[in-house]
């Protein structure tokens, strides 16, 4: 087994798809209706290497539309594509979306980037199409108050139908891959609404006081997300840890060895030092606890905190959290400091995408190089890192109590995007998203998780702008230019977005 093979693995997005034409044709233009039923097996095919596709066949009458909405209740769809494939009225497609709620896309592909002006007879003009509908679509799906998106390019076959009059082959077109680029970014968004509504938030102990843009109402996020939080406490994981056999803590302890660098004293920072052999057992105790935790509850995600008095068993039980939550983020358990609930779920969109998400804040500028440095002590990504991640033993952790060991890591060079999930003034999520580039500039021997960050704007410009959104501090970072699919996320989860 991987280390970094999932805990629990995301949900797989269940799409519906459907073709739609005017049954008059069909005796009218023989091998019209097999043509286009082919072109939608196709569709069925390249989609189902992204997600379970239920592909209903042909609609082409006001009843058969009925029917559709019917079998695509009953298979459980995330999303439906209604493929275009010639003229149909809108009498028979309004029925399928207002039986079956889930989200629409219309998918406008035409089969040929040019039809044969001079071969083209009618049957052949009408396979071709696909655009003649979409207008009185958009009109009826408006009317009808159901939101609708479109996807407008070529179809992309690697072959020509021997029917056709013109040449199909446009998979090596731009306004092809341009087309299934989009569509493939909408299946995958499919699967975190799926995965949000089947999962588990743990919140371990409280939120850091007053930090009020952290704050979340519990009933809310489950309203508006699908996700069930459940309250923990530190008795629970303390129960855990005294389980914990001595077999269990070395495994731990050779992951850890694998997974990380054992540094020595920093070189410039005197609470920063190597990690003791009583910090390290420790760290690895708690971090075999804090994944029994996960299973005992069956959490998808966790966001914790806790404060404890000096002294207090828990305090020193949390001062080894950093390393288990950054072992549990690295396998698809999320886990965010500060009893920050609300980065949790940003941390989580990004996993179940395949994208990391790792903890992070704005830590400082570097007005030389014209980035800002975003990171946090802990926990990290380790399946993103610039390298292997360095734990470096705390002297203290700054602003909070107790000593442990921290990650000290930068995400690896290249394109990345920050998602920022706050809560406005009504009381409604938002999603802020920023595309950028992580730089090989240098960070701080500190302990803590930075990467330089160079934005497509001048720092103070950005942050201006950052700010007036008024984000919630926290945000995760994931790896690749991510925005276009990060909207479809906020489309599908019917949450207000923005990018930077």
Same mark, same amino acid.
């Given at each position: 087994?991987?280390?970094?093979?999932?805990?629990?693995?995301?949900?797989?997005?269940?799409?519906?798809?459907?073709?739609?034409? =005017?049954?008059?044709?069909?005796?009218?233009?023989?091998?019209?209706?097999?043509?286009?039923?082919?072109?939608?097996?196709?569709?069925?095919?390249?989609?189902?290497?992204?997600?379970?596709?239920?592909?209903?066949?042909?609609?082409?009458?006001?009843?058969?539309?009925?029917?559709?909405?019917?079998?695509?209740?009953?298979?459980?769809?995330?999303?439906?594509?209604?493929?275009?494939?010639?003229?149909?009225?809108?009498?028979?497609?309004?029925?399928?979306?207002?039986?079956?709620?889930?989200?629409?896309?219309?998918?406008?592909?035409?089969?040929?980037?040019?039809?044969?002006?001079?071969?083209?007879?009618?049957?052949?003009?009408?396979?071709?199409?696909?655009?003649?509908?979409?207008?009185?679509?958009?009109?009826?799906?408006?009317?009808?108050?159901?939101?609708?998106?479109?996807?407008?390019?070529? =179809?992309?076959?690697?072959?020509?139908?021997?029917?056709?009059?013109?040449?199909?082959?446009?998979?090596?077109?731009?306004?092809?891959?341009?087309?299934?680029?989009?569509?493939?970014?909408?299946?995958?968004?499919?699967?975190?609404?799926?995965?949000?509504?089947?999962?588990?938030? @743990?919140?371990?102990?409280?939120?850091?006081?007053?930090?009020?843009?952290?704050?979340?109402?519990?009933?809310?996020?489950?309203?508006?997300?699908?996700?069930?939080?459940?309250?923990?406490?530190?008795?629970?994981?303390?129960? =855990?840890?005294?389980?914990?056999?001595?077999?269990?803590?070395?495994?731990?302890?050779?992951?850890?060895?694998?997974?990380?660098?054992?540094?020595? +004293?920093?070189?410039?920072?005197?609470?920063?030092?190597?990690?003791?052999?009583?910090?390290?057992?420790?760290?690895?105790?708690?971090?075999?606890?804090?994944?029994?935790?996960?299973?005992?509850?069956?959490?998808?995600?966790?966001?914790?905190?806790?404060?404890?008095?000096?002294?207090?068993?828990?305090?020193?039980?949390? @001062?080894?959290?950093?390393?288990?939550?950054?072992?549990?983020?690295?396998?698809?358990?999320?886990?965010?400091?500060?009893?920050?609930?609300?980065?949790?779920?940003?941390?989580?969109?990004?996993?179940?995408?395949?994208?990391?998400?790792?903890?992070?804040?704005? !830590?400082?500028?570097?007005?030389?190089?014209?980035?800002?440095?975003?990171?946090?002590?802990?926990?990290?990504?380790?399946?993103?890192? +610039?390298?292997?991640?360095?734990?470096?033993?705390?002297?203290?952790?700054?602003?909070?109590? @107790?000593?442990?060991?921290?990650?000290?890591?930068?995400?690896?060079?290249?394109?990345?995007?920050?998602?920022?999930v706050t809560q406005t003034g009504d009381g409604r999520l938002k999603l802020i998203i920023s595309e950028a580039e992580s730089t090989d500039g240098p960070i701080m021997r500190i302990g803590n998780t930075q990467t330089p960050v160079k934005f497509r704007k001048h720092p103070d410009d950005y942050m201006e702008q950052w700010f007036l959104e008024a984000p919630t501090?926290?945000?995760?970072?994931?790896?690749?230019?991510?925005?276009?699919?990060?909207?479809?996320?906020?489309?599908?989860?019917?949450?207000?977005? !923005?990018?930077?």
């Amino acid at each position: 087994m991987s280390r970094l093979s999932p805990i629990k693995p995301a949900g797989k997005p269940r799409v519906g798809l459907y073709s739609i034409g =005017l049954r008059a044709y069909w005796s009218q233009f023989p091998g019209m209706r097999e043509r286009l039923i082919e072109y939608g097996a196709f569709l069925e095919k390249r989609m189902s290497a992204f997600g379970d596709v239920f592909n209903f066949g042909l609609v082409d009458t006001e009843g058969e539309g009925r029917r559709a909405g019917e079998w695509l209740n009953a298979q459980n769809v995330d999303l439906v594509f209604c493929h275009s494939a010639t003229y149909a009225t809108s009498s028979a497609v309004l029925p399928i979306h207002q039986i079956c709620k889930a989200p629409v896309v219309i998918l406008n592909l035409q089969p040929t980037a040019r039809i044969s002006y001079e071969q083209s007879t009618t049957g052949e003009w009408l396979a071709h199409c696909g655009a003649c509908p979409v207008p009185e679509l958009s009109n009826a799906f408006d009317r009808g108050g159901i939101p609708f998106r479109v996807v407008n390019g070529l =179809l992309g076959l690697d072959y020509t139908p021997p029917i056709s009059l013109a040449d199909e082959a446009t998979h090596d077109r731009p306004e092809a891959k341009r087309a299934w680029r989009q569509i493939e970014e909408w299946v995958r968004a499919a699967a975190v609404p799926r995965t949000l509504r089947h999962s588990r938030f @743990g919140f371990l102990g409280n939120t850091y006081s007053g930090m009020l843009d952290m704050y979340s109402d519990f009933t809310m996020l489950q309203a508006q997300l699908g996700l069930h939080v459940e309250m923990l406490e530190m008795c629970d994981l303390d129960r =855990l840890l005294k389980d914990v056999a001595p077999q269990e803590a070395k495994a731990k302890l050779e992951e850890v060895q694998e997974m990380f660098v054992i540094s020595g +004293d920093s070189p410039s920072d005197p609470i920063a030092k190597k990690p003791t052999e009583e910090q390290l057992e420790w760290s690895c105790r708690v971090a075999a606890a804090q994944e029994k935790l996960v299973r005992e509850f069956d959490l998808d995600a966790l966001a914790y905190y806790y404060r404890g008095a000096p002294g207090n068993e828990y305090e020193k039980l949390q @001062g080894g959290f950093i390393v288990g939550h950054s072992l549990l983020t690295a396998r698809g358990i999320p886990c965010s400091g500060e009893g920050d609930l609300k980065t949790a779920v940003a941390m989580k969109i990004c996993d179940i995408l395949g994208t990391g998400g790792s903890f992070c804040e704005i !830590v400082v500028v570097d007005y030389e190089d014209g980035t800002i440095l975003l990171g946090h002590d802990g926990p990290f990504h380790i399946a993103i890192s +610039d390298g292997r991640p360095i734990l470096r033993g705390m002297g203290l952790y700054h602003g909070k109590q @107790g000593t442990g060991i921290s990650v000290e890591a930068k995400v690896r060079t290249g394109p990345i995007t920050t998602l920022n999930v706050t809560q406005t003034g009504d009381g409604r999520l938002k999603l802020i998203i920023s595309e950028a580039e992580s730089t090989d500039g240098p960070i701080m021997r500190i302990g803590n998780t930075q990467t330089p960050v160079k934005f497509r704007k001048h720092p103070d410009d950005y942050m201006e702008q950052w700010f007036l959104e008024a984000p919630t501090h926290h945000c995760a970072m994931s790896i690749g230019h991510n925005a276009s699919l990060f909207r479809k996320v906020g489309d599908l989860l019917n949450v207000r977005h !923005v990018t930077l």
